[in-house]
């Protein structure tokens, strides 16, 4: 089946695209898709272990079924702020 990764920021410029379409098994979870991800983009095993996850706009862990056309965001930790 397939999910839609949405990345954002330095996971962004990782992967080179805010939107990447992944297949997986139909009974995957979140920490498959993960796993699909890194396969194909190695690099982002950098900050993989930092990042926090949504399915459909809803924070969740890594045993979190995930099902077809469903929206699964990586968000990476952020930095910086103002001086």
């Given at each position: 089946?397939?999910?839609?990764?949405?990345?954002?920021?330095?996971?962004?410029?990782?992967?080179?695209?805010?939107?990447?379409?992944?297949?997986?098994?139909?009974?995957?979870?979140?920490?498959?898709?993960?796993i699909?991800?890194?396969?194909?983009?190695?690099?982002?095993?950098?900050?993989?272990?930092?990042?926090?996850?949504?399915?459909?706009?809803?924070?969740?862990?890594?045993?979190?079924?995930?099902?077809q056309?469903?929206?699964?965001?990586?968000?990476?930790?952020?930095?910086?702020?103002?001086?």
């Amino acid at each position: 089946m397939k999910v839609t990764v949405k990345t954002f920021a330095a996971l962004r410029d990782i992967i080179g695209s805010a939107n990447v379409e992944i297949d997986v098994s139909s009974d995957a979870t979140v920490r498959e898709v993960l796993i699909a991800v890194n396969e194909i983009y190695p690099k982002m095993d950098k900050i993989a272990s930092q990042i926090m996850i949504a399915v459909n706009m809803e924070y969740v862990d890594l045993d979190h079924a995930v099902h077809q056309n469903d929206e699964v965001a990586l968000i990476p930790p952020v930095s910086g702020g103002s001086k």
